[in-house]
């Protein structure tokens, strides 16, 4: 949590610049979103990849790159 209060307070962009700068206590771990399992490899994923769907702070899915979803049993979704 204090990482990602940080990063977003760290966040600069400057008018007329086409360059983001972002201030982290240390790079990722990993690029690949199944292994960012530290806080700034969290962070870099989510700034980088879009999710298809994502959970909203209410517990109900809200659309990313998914259009519609369907549960289709307990475990399992397909989504489009």
């Known amino acids: 949590m204090a ?5 977003a307070s760290a966040v600069q ?5 086409d360059t983001l700068n972002i201030a982290l206590n240390g790079p990722p ?7 960012a399992d530290n806080g700034n ?3 870099y994923t989510q700034l980088v ?16 790159l998914a259009t519609e979803w369907a549960m289709s049993g307990k475990a399992t979704s397909s989504s489009k």
Do not use: H
Not at 3 to 7: E, L
Not at 29 to 35: E, G, V
Not at 49 to 64: C, F
């Open 13 to 17: 962009a400057q008018e007329g610049s």
């Open 49 to 64: 990849y879009e999710p298809l769907i994502r959970a909203a702070s209410d517990g109900t899915l809200q659309p990313g």
């Open 41 to 43: 490899g969290v962070i």
């Open 29 to 35: 771990l990993s690029f690949d979103p199944a292994r």
């Open 3 to 7: 990482a990602m209060m940080a990063a």
